[in-house]
């Protein structure tokens, strides 16, 4: 049964606490963002023209061509500056009370910004593969089904708010202490990237110092 390659890959996920965190970290993210955006759509076609609308579409597929610009960049320091983009987030929901089209546009920018991120993060994750026990393919597997699983659980959760409470406060409310969870995580899976890094590093350096050395004997 093709249902088996389930339990191989969650069984390899297990045997890593970086991968458990990472996933954890991805399913919050999405589905915080699509439990949202369900709501801020129905705003952004309320309070803003299709001008606005087109130019947040036309940034956030800017991606393929932003990614060059952060090649040598420390994956660590994206992860930091997803921290950051969450706290954000978190802090423009009490702009809801007063201000929606304000509140329309940061979230609209955040939540592009957040996608050319996870992009950026995505490539950049490929490289830490190789030290893991799942292989590349069952990575992007399990990512894609955490993405998949985050986007229903989103939606559901967006449906049931509606249908429940037309108050929004609430559901802001909801999000904000998910957020708070998962930048907790983040910064978990910040000090895991930086640790490697910097473990990395220092083993290359200390090769090429054994190396020199022999060279000059």
Avoid: C
């Amino acid at each position: 049964m093709a249902y088996k390659h389930y339990i191989t890959i969650f069984k390899e996920v297990k045997k890593s606490k970086f991968l458990k965190i990472q996933a954890i970290v991805l399913f919050i993210t999405t589905y915080i963002d699509w439990t949202l955006i369900p709501f801020v759509t129905k705003l952004e076609g309320t309070f803003l023209p299709v001008f606005m609308i087109s130019f947040f579409m036309l940034l956030g597929s800017l991606d393929g061509f932003i990614h060059p610009l952060f090649k040598n960049i420390r994956i660590y320091n994206i992860y930091l500056f997803t921290i950051i983009l969450d706290m954000i987030q978190i802090g423009s929901y009490i702009f809801f009370s007063t201000s929606i089209i304000f509140f329309t546009y940061l979230i609209l920018t955040i939540f592009t910004i957040q996608a050319i991120t996870f992009e950026v993060a995505r490539i950049h994750t490929v490289d830490f593969m190789q030290d893991e026990n799942i292989v590349l393919k069952d990575y992007l597997m399990l990512r894609s089904f955490m993405i998949s699983l985050a986007i229903v659980m989103g939606s559901l959760s967006a449906m049931l708010f509606d249908y429940f409470t037309k108050e929004l406060s609430y559901l802001l409310l909801y999000l904000a202490i998910l957020g708070v969870i998962g930048i907790l995580f983040q910064y978990k899976l910040y000090g895991k990237f930086k640790k490697r890094v910097i473990f990395n590093e220092v083993q290359i350096e200390k090769d090429k110092t054994e190396l020199f050395e022999k060279f000059k004997i």
